[in-house]
């Protein structure tokens, strides 16, 4: 898995509640059997005037000018700024691989859907959960300042704005442990190898019909 | 001390182990894998030279990519065809308990699947990388949507890393009016809770709506608990469980039907158990619904109007509702049965069972698809459910009626395959989601109950079911 540590980047804000897995990377790309190249068809249906396929070269596809990634101040951005339940709907973990992709390493909301959530820390992404009024200030000072950037520490859990003041955020150890280090999680259960068999042999006495 | 809830019980009996911050390890015993998200996850077990833990924990099929007629054409879109082959290959490589290879006689919609077939069992973890697993709580399991990255980590360890939820108790109470459904109550219900509502929560159903329910009308309602926000959702397993399972393939058998069965009666909320949160419904008060906008929770009764964003106060609910009115092309105020469809789909894993396409069925028996409806499309579940409804006569009703019959699989409920919506066409869909685009780019969705689709087929516009 990939490491993060900290970032200074620029932030982009998606002014939308209940940003669904379908918006952020749309069906036809699910087709694909790799995990990368889903950058250029993130928020395909928005980004993009016309129908994209897969392994399209998106390079010459007609832009939305009105969505705010295909606008020129929020080239490169980092941080995506987002509404409420954010990566709701499906499992699938396309949404992250296309995020990643793209470019973006942190993302912050008022909340977030639990798959999303938890397919982030998979990727190397980190999902910050902030206080509405707190999300409402970033979008206000991203939306009215050019270059607006975040320097986001994981280490010491703070968000810091460009103007100093800064908020904390919650992340379970585990995952900022594991996140940090770009730690390889199945590894790391396969080293509880000996507890898993011990649990699946008393599982096997008290329902045996699970084994057969 | 407070009792132990339903979901308790089937998190401690899988528990193996827990970190100082709550981060556990959960025994997953049924691993349900379709194609489109688990060949990420089959190619990272090969890179790293590991292999399944325990292979005859999988049941697996191709559902989402499959395309519902002219089978014998094969999977014509190339990308498709190698995702569905890819799956092949690695069922092969790999190994498991059940596999239908596209084509099969019992191919269908993997959460269709898994019940049919008795792989699917009170007081198990079921867990496979699509967000409507949550279906199978409806037999006293926990069941839970998980993504690729997860996938691996099952195949490889036979485990999930997660944290507890918390618990919410929906309860509905008395008994549903005729013509209203499960599909209506799991709608409703998401008209309370909100799609974020049960966000961090594992949902119990319970209430004598829920005990009267078939095991396919629960199944409709675990099935939507994803689209409250909750990953999980789970209903006490009773007779009915035991009467749907007995006898299925990978049922228990001989003495340990008896032994299992008495486990199973062991799975429900204690008394006294304490949830988190609460929420009551009346079945009285649930009328058939329909969804105007582009989330699940933008749902009204079918005697209701399109609402105006004026009246709402919040602004991001305004925008929100700006937006959805925008893409589904509808004036505020517009009474919900006068707005007009260009095509109805009855299927996915929300609503493609037997007892959906009997419901369907008795609304369109005798009458005919209304003209302006395009195409009109029954798609089972699965080859069982497809078999049955033709020993029952339903598909005769259906392409009598100027609907038409397909072969099983998830179909127009996210339109991977052949079947979707143009831009702009407006369907009434059985399914389980109205995001943009959800059925094509463009496409506009109204989720209604199978018997509210089929009405609005033959009116050509939403009706109530119940004066049809």
């Given at each position: 898995m990939k490491a993060f540590t900290q970032i200074t980047g620029l932030a982009c804000p998606l002014d939308r509640a209940n940003v669904d897995t379908d918006a952020i990377i749309p069906k036809q790309f699910l087709k694909s059997i790799k995990r990368t190249g889903f950058g250029p068809y993130l928020f395909d249906e928005w980004r993009y005037t016309n129908y994209g396929e897969p392994d399209m070269d998106c390079t010459n596809r007609p832009l939305n000018e009105d969505f705010v990634l295909n606008q020129a101040r929020y080239k490169g951005?980092?941080?995506?700024?987002?509404?409420?339940?954010?990566?709701?709907?499906?499992?699938?973990?396309?949404?992250?691989?296309?995020?990643?992709?793209?470019?973006?390493?942190?993302?912050?909301?008022?909340?977030?859907?639990?798959?999303?959530?938890?397919?982030?820390?998979?990727?190397?992404?980190?999902?910050?959960?902030?206080?509405?009024?707190?999300?409402?200030?970033?979008?206000?000072?991203?939306?009215?300042?050019?270059?607006?950037?975040?320097?986001?520490?994981?280490?010491?859990?703070?968000?810091?704005?460009?103007?100093?003041?800064?908020?904390?955020?919650?992340?379970?150890?585990?995952?900022?442990?594991?996140?940090?280090?770009?730690?390889?999680?199945?590894?790391?259960?396969?080293e509880h190898a000996d507890k898993i068999k011990a649990f699946e042999n008393q599982h096997k006495v008290s329902q045996p019909w699970l084994f057969t | 001390?407070?009792?132990?809830?339903?979901?308790?019980?089937?998190?401690?009996?899988?528990?193996?182990?827990?970190?100082?911050?709550?981060?556990?390890?959960?025994?997953?015993?049924?691993?349900?894998?379709?194609?489109?998200?688990?060949?990420?996850?089959?190619?990272?077990?090969?890179?790293?030279?590991?292999?399944?833990?325990?292979?005859?924990?999988?049941?697996?099929?191709?559902?989402?990519?499959?395309?519902?007629?002219?089978?014998?054409?094969?999977?014509e879109d190339p990308v498709s065809k190698l995702q569905v082959d890819t799956l092949d290959k690695n069922m092969?490589?790999?190994?498991?308990?059940?596999?239908?290879?596209?084509?099969?006689?019992?191919?269908?919609?993997?959460?269709?699947?898994?019940?049919?077939?008795?792989?699917?069992?009170?007081?198990?973890?079921?867990v496979c990388g699509d967000s409507h697993t949550s279906t199978h709580g409806a037999f006293g399991a926990l069941a839970h949507g998980i993504g690729t990255?997860?996938?691996?980590?099952?195949?490889?360890?036979?485990?999930?890393?997660?944290?507890?939820?918390?618990?919410?108790?929906?309860?509905?109470?008395?008994?549903?009016?005729?013509?209203?459904?499960?599909?209506?109550?799991?709608?409703?219900?998401?008209?309370?809770t909100g799609t974020a509502g049960g966000t961090g929560y594992a949902i119990e159903f319970a209430g004598d709506v829920i005990s009267d329910l078939s095991m396919e009308g629960r199944m409709t309602i675990c099935n939507m608990a994803i689209e409250a926000g909750a990953r999980a959702g789970i209903m006490a397993p009773d007779e009915k469980t035991a009467a749907y399972l007995k006898g299925r393939q990978y049922a228990p058998k001989a003495e340990q039907w008896e032994q299992a069965v008495a486990y199973w009666n062991t799975l429900k909320s204690d008394t006294d158990a304490d949830f988190d949160a609460v929420i009551e419904l009346d079945g009285a008060d649930i009328q058939p619904q329909v969804t105007w906008g582009t989330s699940p929770e933008q749902v009204l009764p079918i005697g209701a109007v399109v609402p105006n964003p004026a009246d709402e106060t919040d602004p991001t609910k305004r925008?929100?509702?700006?937006?959805?009115?925008?893409?589904?092309?509808?004036?505020?105020?517009?009474?919900?049965?006068?707005?007009?469809?260009?095509?109805?789909?009855?299927?996915?894993?929300?609503?493609?069972?037997?007892?959906?396409?009997?419901?369907?069925?008795e609304v369109a028996k005798g009458k005919k698809v209304a003209s302006n409806i395009d195409v009109a499309m029954v798609v089972p579940g699965s080859g069982i459910v497809k078999r049955q409804a033709e020993e029952e006569g339903l598909d005769r009703i259906f392409t009598e009626a100027g609907f038409e019959w397909r072969e099983p699989g998830c179909s127009m409920c996210l339109a991977m395959n052949a079947d979707r919506l143009s831009a702009g066409e407006r369907c009434a869909?059985?399914?389980?989601?109205?995001?943009?685009?959800?059925?094509?780019?463009?496409?506009?969705?109204?989720?209604?109950?199978?018997?509210?689709?089929?009405?609005?087929?033959?009116?050509?516009?939403?009706?109530?079911?119940?004066?049809?």
């Open positions: 951005a980092q941080v995506l700024l987002a509404r409420e339940n954010f990566g709701c709907g499906s499992s699938r973990e396309h949404a992250p691989w296309a995020i990643d992709d793209y470019g973006f390493r942190v993302i912050i909301a008022p909340s977030f859907a639990d798959i999303f959530y938890n397919n982030c820390f998979k990727n190397g992404i980190l999902p910050i959960v902030a206080s509405a009024e707190q999300v409402d200030q970033l979008f206000k000072e991203c939306e009215s300042t050019e270059g607006y950037e975040l320097n986001v520490d994981l280490p010491s859990q703070t968000v810091t704005l460009p103007s100093g003041a800064s908020f904390s955020f919650d992340v379970s150890e585990t995952s900022k442990k594991n996140l940090l280090n770009g730690l390889d999680e199945i590894g790391l259960t396969l | 001390m407070a009792g132990k809830t339903l979901y308790d019980k089937l998190w401690d009996s899988h528990l193996v182990h827990q970190d100082a911050d709550g981060t556990s390890l959960i025994y997953i015993d049924r691993h349900l894998v379709h194609e489109v998200t688990s060949p990420q996850a089959f190619e990272g077990l090969r890179l790293a030279g590991r292999k399944p833990w325990r292979n005859n924990t999988i049941v697996a099929n191709p559902d989402h990519n499959t395309p519902t007629q002219n089978w014998d054409k094969d999977i092969k490589e790999f190994g498991s308990l059940v596999y239908f290879p596209f084509k099969d006689k019992n191919q269908g919609i993997i959460h269709v699947i898994g019940p049919e077939h008795g792989t699917t069992l009170p007081g198990m973890t079921v990255s997860e996938v691996e980590h099952v195949l490889a360890t036979q485990t999930l890393i997660a944290k507890k939820s918390k618990s919410m108790l929906v309860k509905v109470n008395g008994k549903l009016g005729a013509g209203v459904t499960a599909k209506d109550v799991a709608l409703a219900v998401i008209g309370v925008t929100s509702i700006e937006n959805a009115l925008q893409y589904m092309g509808l004036e505020a105020n517009t009474p919900i049965e006068e707005i007009k469809l260009d095509k109805v789909f009855i299927g996915s894993c929300t609503n493609s069972r037997i007892e959906d396409l009997r419901a369907a069925a869909s059985t399914s389980n989601r109205n995001f943009e685009g959800r059925q094509g780019p463009g496409g506009r969705t109204h989720l209604v109950s199978p018997a509210m689709a089929a009405a609005a087929a033959v009116a050509g516009h939403f009706v109530d079911v119940r004066n049809v």
